[in-house]
């Protein structure tokens, strides 16, 4: 069976229904999911039709956005966690993805200590529900609004105060591609990579949010990081997670195939 | 003497001339100068004309862009980098910055590797001339097409190979400040440090290229990476270099005076 899942982003303008029918089309057998792709309805009718059509949900995403210096915000944001490790029940998935949050205030070291905070204190409850958190290291351009854990090793330093089956950590080549300490680590940390998502960094990048690419329009080299993957022992699926208005703006057939081909020429046999 | 240097980049519209006299009203005793300040127009002129003015230079930026496939773009740059230290001569600076520019291909490992070799070329030339050369780490979002150095450690990596008084390393707050690993080093290797430059990271960031603030706009604390540089035993300059549209639209004269009052609020009482 494949491992490549395709993640709800890459599609963005398609709704469950229309993701669930394309990835049937496309011949894709796996699907990562946002959360606002069921905003507003019952997730345990999108768990259930996403079953009914034989996809398996590799990953939901996100929980996270934890530092802030305002208690009342911080309680709401920890009942939204919560919340998402539920919704991940109801999704037949066991991976929750965490974009850690940006700066509060301007206390970068507090920060990050609100975020191994934080980790801690939803780690119990994800565990006993079946759910592994995976905290995802954002590109450094993202530190001060979206996402404080910056590098692998970051990443690494808060999940490892705890088991490795209820902390792990997402590798995604969009934001960690710069990084050789990163690379050079991933064959040691194999039990620790909960998730592994692709999409290329273009040059000159469109724009900061919306910028990434399909695999092979930009400079990454998914040879070397998928090897170094496969080299860890990660046994898990690829998701293709693209944020560009461009691809966006493309019928997502067109997408879905795209992202299918690229996988299986760029990604996949380097997988070992 | 202070140590605040204004680097031209920070008042971009201001010809040479204006930057002197505008130093002079400004009581601003250095300065830092990129290249395009008197392109087409005799360095030596241009090094009379800035010591006649009592004024002190810094820095030269910049040398470096030095990753390419086409031996005869090599060769060509490698001679811009030889012209480049006789300038600092000529303007009477013993430091030169390295942006040391981004990918060739899509071979990450080999373009550093470009960058030692050329470090090393360069190097015995500079340090015959009397020129220190700075290799500047730039934020990671820069790594495909201006800096595949994105941090400390990296540019350590190369500048350790040399002599410390032959290739150092430049530190500036806008490139490493989401980096807690440059930042916990910063104290050991306060001898490889060649210059040390600030600006502010705004959020949201209003553009990649020209997106950086004048301290205290942004996010940075100033007071813990200037400690930092402190405890390292950096004595040099500290230099204010700002890309930013709205300062450069901004008349120069407001600009360094409001430079010189950030300085000496946010940087100098922490520099010891």
């Keep these: 069976m494949s491992r490549l899942s395709l993640n709800s982003k890459t599609t963005n303008a398609w709704s469950l229904s229309e993701l669930i029918l394309g990835c049937r ?19 345990g009718h999108a768990g259930r039709a ?14 996270g956005f934890f ?4 208690r009342d915000v911080r309680r709401a944001r920890a009942a939204d966690n919560l919340a998402a490790v539920d919704e991940c029940v109801a999704l037949g998935t066991t991976v929750l ?16 200590q609100q975020v191994a905070d934080a ?9 006993v529900r079946g ?6 290291p954002l590109h450094p351009m993202y530190c001060a609004d979206r996402s404080v854990v910056s590098t692998l090793d970051q990443a690494l330093a808060i999940a490892n105060d705890h ?33 592994y998502q692709v999409s290329d960094w273009l040059d000159p990048l469109p724009d900061v949010l919306l910028g990434r ?3 092979g329009d930009g400079v990454i080299e998914f040879d070397v990081w998928t090897r170094a993957i496969a080299d860890s022992g990660y046994p898990g699926p690829v998701e293709v997670e693209i944020f560009n208005q461009a691809v966006w703006d493309t019928p997502g057939d067109k997408v879905a195939a795209l992202a299918k081909e690229r996988y299986e020429r760029l990604v996949e046999p380097f997988l070992g």
């Design 213 to 215: 690419g399909m695999m």
């Design 97 to 112: 993805v965490l974009v850690c949050g940006g700066l509060a205030g301007r206390d970068l070291a507090g920060s990050r």
């Design 131 to 136: 759910v592994r958190l995976a905290i995802e």
């Design 50 to 63: 996403v079953a009914d059509a034989g996809l398996t949900v590799t990953s939901l995403c996100r929980g």
């Design 67 to 70: 530092p802030t210096d305002d």
């Design 119 to 127: 980790v801690g204190a939803l780690a119990t409850y994800a565990d």
């Design 163 to 195: 088991p490795v089956d209820t902390v792990g950590v997402c590798v995604d080549t969009f934001h960690l591609w710069w990084d050789d300490a990163a690379l050079a680590r991933l064959p040691e940390i194999g039990r620790r990579i909960a998730a």
């Design 25 to 43: 089309t496309a011949g894709i057998e796996q699907v990562g999911l946002w959360r606002d792709l069921y905003d507003g309805a019952d997730v």
